[in-house]
């Protein structure tokens, strides 16, 4: 009788999905740390090896990007410590052998990564055993339920939105049937992998398998969203205008959000998101879908100001930022904006969760929020204010609070050091890049000025429409200390050369071998473009910086 309820026990506890193996991923693994990346081109002369290999990838908690130069050896062969501030994909870039390498790998802390690159036969193979292996290997089985599924090939979904909302519902309804099939298969151990697996890549390939079907059920959504406007070129101002669609109708967002609910401890207040392949974009697509009111907040929290206020008073207004020693001619200008009520940032964001929540009925303060909230602040407001650390402290002070999960607080604060040291602390002659041959042999010619740099090439439509805007400003520059330097590959000069003279772009245009390219990429940490920075007169870089914000530096 003991054995049989035993059993009984046994049974009814994997049927409710809490007699699961424990994870082989623990709090720890959440750290950053190094990934040993080694190997060698092969099958080629030395001059038919690159220089290097540009590794790109994202602080996934600071929406910031990360990127990283490893040197290839005459001989074809090279070897690394990495650092990765968490464990993620990380994309391959080698100049004209990017073609060679794997699309992406899984970066791991603490992995060992062994890449052979076949020149003479066109391919790639990674050394059996790591766990970046595994997760190459397996990815095909975390994306086959969706593939395979009663419903067709789910995985086919980024035309969907041009069918209509019906369509795009019913997808949505039938990918949360795959999701719902995929975490019982876990839950009951019947979730097939290899025998031999390595265990922490059976966590992430699970773990997968559930979070590609949130991610593509929110890119589809987030696209056929877009759709509410469409894009317009107007030639006058040269800027992509948005024009209402009239036959665009909303999607249920009653529905999606009773699923999220159903499953929010899984898919929403869950570390192991951190995780997932595409951790960045599914992210990304949370901000911009399930929490757009939490994003958004700030926008319909303006205090009221007039004219001729005081800078102190502005930034009160539009960042909830108080000075930091008592001012009462502050105080009494403040207290009227807000029925004598003061607004904290602190306050800013109870009041964007409470929004949020009540908009969505999700719980206001889980995983997923505070990861969004913490890539809201170093992603954008600190690195908007980052000539102001006073603005930044008041801000991370501000958020603290409601950063309750123990990793979102490591990396939170571990960030915020960061910027504490970059910031604050005296710049040094690297960071000044006085000593940089690269930066220099570009900007040298242009010594005494205020330069603006401006990261672009002729695929990337926004640099192209950024580049028309910036005009009127450029003519209305000249005869002061400041120049504008476009900056592409050389690969790309007859085509850019050719826009440029019908669009009568001015500034330096300047190109680059895609060598140079890559470098910059990884010396200034920027992906995607456009990407732009200023360098002042004492040389000291200053990132994410638009066009007219060479103003302040000319004083």
Excluded at 88 to 95: E, G, K
Excluded at 224 to 243: C, H, L, M, Q, W
Excluded at 526 to 539: E, V
Aim: hydrophobic share 40%; with cysteine.
């Amino acid at each position: 009788m003991k054995k049989l309820f035993l059993t009984l026990v046994v049974a009814f506890a994997t049927v409710c999905g809490f007699a699961q193996e424990k994870p082989a991923i623990n709090d720890y693994h959440y750290r950053g740390g190094t990934v040993h990346f080694n190997g060698q081109f092969i099958n080629g002369a030395s001059q038919d090896f690159p220089k290097q290999i540009l590794l790109i990838f994202e602080n996934e908690f600071t929406n910031t990007e990360v990127n990283s130069l490893v040197k290839v050896d005459a001989d074809g062969t090279f070897a690394s410590d990495v650092y990765v501030p968490h464990s993620t994909t990380v994309y391959l870039r080698a100049n004209d052998y990017t073609g060679l390498l794997p699309n992406y790998l899984y970066f791991f802390v603490g992995d060992t990564i062994t890449l052979s690159v076949d020149v003479a036969g066109r391919s790639s193979s990674i050394a059996p055993g790591s766990i970046g292996y595994w997760v190459e290997r397996c990815r095909h089985i975390s994306q086959e339920p969706y593939a395979k599924s009663p419903y067709g090939d789910l995985s086919q979904y980024s035309s969907v939105h041009k069918q209509g909302r019906k369509a795009v519902e019913n997808y949505c309804r039938n990918t949360g049937k795959v999701m719902e099939k995929v975490m019982k298969e876990i839950d009951e151990g019947r979730f097939a992998l290899p025998a031999d697996i390595h265990p922490i890549a059976a966590d992430i390939i699970k773990n997968n398998a559930i979070f590609e079907g949130l991610y593509m059920m929110m890119s589809l959504r987030r696209m056929y969203n877009y759709t509410a406007d469409y894009p317009e070129f107007d030639s006058i101002s040269g800027r992509i205008v948005p024009v209402k669609n009239e036959a665009f109708g909303p999607l249920d967002n009653k529905w999606f959000c009773k699923f999220l609910k159903k499953h929010e401890r899984r898919l929403l207040d869950n570390p192991l998101a951190m995780f997932y392949s595409e951790a960045g974009s599914l992210v990304n697509n949370a901000e911009f879908g399930i929490y757009e009111e939490l994003k958004s907040y700030a926008y319909k929290i303006v205090l009221p100001v007039t004219g001729g206020t005081s800078q102190k008073i502005q930034d009160y207004a539009f960042g909830f930022v108080m000075p930091t020693d008592y001012d009462a001619q502050f105080l009494q200008a403040a207290l009227p904006m807000r029925c004598d009520t003061l607004l904290t940032v602190s306050d800013y964001w109870r009041q964007a969760m409470e929004c949020s929540s009540k908009a969505t009925g999700l719980s206001p303060n889980s995983f997923m929020v505070q990861w969004c909230m913490m890539r809201h602040i170093f992603g954008f407001k600190i690195d908007e204010h980052e000539s102001f650390p006073d603005y930044a402290a008041s801000y991370v002070a501000g958020t603290m609070p409601y950063i309750t999960n123990p990793i979102i607080s490591h990396h939170f604060t571990k960030a915020y050091r960061e910027f504490v040291k970059k910031f604050e602390v005296k710049t040094t002659p690297e960071e000044n890049l006085a000593t940089d041959p690269v930066i220099q042999r570009i900007i040298a010619p242009y010594k005494g000025n205020v330069l603006f740099l401006d990261f672009w090439n002729m695929g990337c439509g926004p640099c192209r429409a950024g580049m028309m805007e910036q005009r009127n400003f450029i003519k209305d520059m000249q005869g002061k200390p400041v120049k504008f330097l476009y900056i592409t590959e050389d690969k790309y000069r007859e085509a850019s050369e050719e826009w440029l003279g019908k669009t009568y772009i001015e500034g330096e245009h300047i190109y680059i071998s895609s060598a140079d390219w890559e470098y910059l990429q990884a010396k200034l940490s920027f992906i995607g473009i456009p990407f732009s920075c200023i360098i002042d007169k004492d040389g000291v870089l200053h990132r994410d910086m638009n066009h007219t914000m060479v103003l302040e530096y000319l004083e």
